[in-house]
């Protein structure tokens, strides 16, 4: 059934396995930024550290990920439209 597309299964494997890395690395900055911002003694860098942290925790993982899915899908749309 699966004869011929051990290289497409293992291309698709690495492809996925980077993809999470960089998804990873990705997080863990905005994380030490939101962070560093709501730790902050500047009351404006703390305030949005405050507002961003309390968004993120508030609005669901589900409900996040498809809302950042469909969003930047629409600004891609958008882009290339304007291109052409």
Do not use: E, H, P
Not at 14 to 31: D, E, N, P, R, Y
Not at 62 to 73: D, E, G, T, W
Request: hydrophobic share 55%; with cysteine.
């Amino acid at each position: 059934m699966l004869q011929g597309c051990g290289s497409l299964i293992l291309a698709g494997t690495w492809q996925t396995v980077k993809l999470a890395v960089l998804s990873l690395g990705f997080a863990f900055v905005i994380g030490l930024i939101g962070a560093a911002a709501k730790l902050s003694k500047n009351r404006l860098a703390s305030g949005i550290g405050t507002v961003y942290t309390t968004l993120i925790r508030g609005v669901s993982d589900l409900v996040l990920m498809l809302l950042l899915f469909y969003s930047i899908q629409i600004w891609l749309n958008l882009l290339t439209d304007a291109l052409d």
